[in-house]
């Protein structure tokens, strides 16, 4: 076992792991909302249980925001950091001894764009955003096209399925893994390890389960590693191919990049999909209002990502003694920012637990973030999903759920685990998508 997994599970999730078992028995509804199945199920009721009247809220052993303007406000404010604190310091020498056997690059240790500020930020950022300008995503319209319509045509007509397995996460996964000059044969084996790897982002996991996500970016270290040399020897249209050939990363970085690339280009779609199929199945009308004016897609995707975010919060560390929302917080303070409860803020989105694919200022939401740190990969989002759902419904007018959707087990990534479906038969017109 590598210590430094111990070392770090302890600093990060340790400490919440016994605050969230002491707190879920006295009922804490911080706890509830991180911590179990209530949090996981519906978040909404217990985070309008902690709204009061805005500002930010003391969670001990944080503090956290469902006020959309604190929460804009923090996101932009340079003296909030993205790092995690040290909650238990390590003599020097031990330290370095950790450090001879450093952490595959993940989600949530530096060098991820995550959690590196600036100047470091900026350099990790730059070399990856010339992929995800508005041309450079309008220019992948077309590939989004093709690769939604051969799935669709997997799909049985008027038969059962599991709309995550079989559409949801194949979009998304293609997409990336294409933008990224990885193999198709691969992609089943990335899902496998994003599973594995997407807890990191959450509060107080387990010891298994961190020891799973850690031996997981292992296996995908060592496949980037030698994915990296294969590009070096012979590049190609391709994110990371450009990325090795300006030689402004080392391979380490390289990795680092490579694995949150893949996971952001994935777990938020794959969520978003499947969330924006339950909230059309379950608002029948809305989904009649689409079918008549199917110019609405855009503004009901900014509505499936307003009212049911598929990264429900972030957090931010105070860099320096400072006053915000009316307290006064101290160095190393963590912010918790819910992005789900600013979406649902009463004095921004009127009746805001409505869902309203008509909403005027849906786009105001927070759910890519926003600042310096906002979502590289926002608009391939929106494409992807609008793409995705649109063809979906169009294809299976009359599509249904057969069973209740199970969720993924996870406060910070909110989605589907499984979407068990019947398709109905196909239309008989093709479906276009312009």
């Not at 107080?204 to 799973?212: A, L, Y």
């Not at 990049?257 to 893949?262: F, G």
């Not at 499947?274 to 609405?296: K, S």
């Not at 105001?364 to 608009?379: P, R």
Request: proline fraction near 8%; charge should be negative; glycine fraction near 8%.
């Amino acid at each position: 076992m590598n210590p430094h997994y111990l070392y770090r599970w302890i600093n990060n999730h340790g400490v919440v792991v016994l605050f969230k078992k002491i707190s879920l028995r006295r009922g804490n509804p911080f706890a509830r909302l991180i911590g179990g199945a209530e949090g996981i199920e519906n978040p909404y009721a217990l985070i309008e249980e902690m709204r009061g009247d805005g500002g930010l809220i003391r969670a001990l052993p944080v503090w956290i925001t469902f006020d959309h303007d604190v929460a804009r406000d923090i996101l932009r404010d340079n003296r909030f950091g993205v790092g995690i604190p040290t909650v238990f310091g390590v003599p020097g020498p031990v330290m370095r001894a950790l450090e001879r056997r450093p952490l595959p690059p993940n989600l949530v240790d530096p060098p991820s764009m995550l959690v590196v500020d600036d100047p470091e930020h900026t350099r990790m950022r730059k070399p990856v955003s010339a992929a995800f300008t508005p041309r450079a995503i309008a220019r992948l319209r077309d590939r989004i096209e093709t690769v939604t319509g051969e799935l669709l045509a997997e799909l049985p007509d008027d038969g059962p399925t599991d709309l995550v397995a079989r559409y949801a996460s194949q979009v998304p996964i293609a997409i990336i893994s294409e933008m990224l000059g990885f193999p198709d044969a691969d992609r089943e084996m990335f899902l496998h390890w994003g599973d594995d790897i997407s807890p990191l982002l959450d509060l107080g996991i387990s010891w298994q389960t961190h020891q799973r996500a850690m031996e997981s970016s292992e296996r995908l270290h060592r496949y980037l590693v030698d994915h990296l040399e294969r590009l070096r020897a012979d590049p190609g249209d391709n994110i990371l191919s450009s990325l090795v050939t300006s030689g402004d990363l080392t391979t380490y970085e390289l990795c680092a990049s490579a694995t949150l690339l893949m996971a952001a280009g994935f777990e938020t779609t794959v969520n978003l999909i499947g969330t924006g199929i339950v909230w059309l199945l379950q608002h029948p009308e809305q989904l009649a209002r689409l079918r008549a004016e199917p110019e609405l897609w855009p503004n009901a995707v900014e509505e499936i990502l307003r009212i049911d975010p598929p990264v429900q919060s972030t957090a931010r560390t105070t860099r320096t003694a400072l006053e915000i929302g009316g307290l006064r917080l101290r160095k190393g303070s963590t912010v918790v920012v819910s992005l789900a409860g600013a979406n649902r803020d009463p004095a921004v989105f009127t009746d805001a637990a409505r869902f309203d694919i008509t909403r005027a200022n849906a786009k105001n939401h927070l759910s890519f973030s926003n600042g310096s740190h906002v979502c590289l990969g926002a608009g391939l989002a929106r494409m992807e999903a609008t793409h995705a759902l649109r063809a979906l419904f169009e294809t299976f007018p009359d599509l249904r759920l057969t069973d209740p959707p199970t969720r993924r087990p996870l406060f910070t990534l909110h989605g589907y685990q499984h979407l068990p479906a019947h398709t109905g038969p196909r239309a008989r017109s093709e479906v276009t998508i312009g």
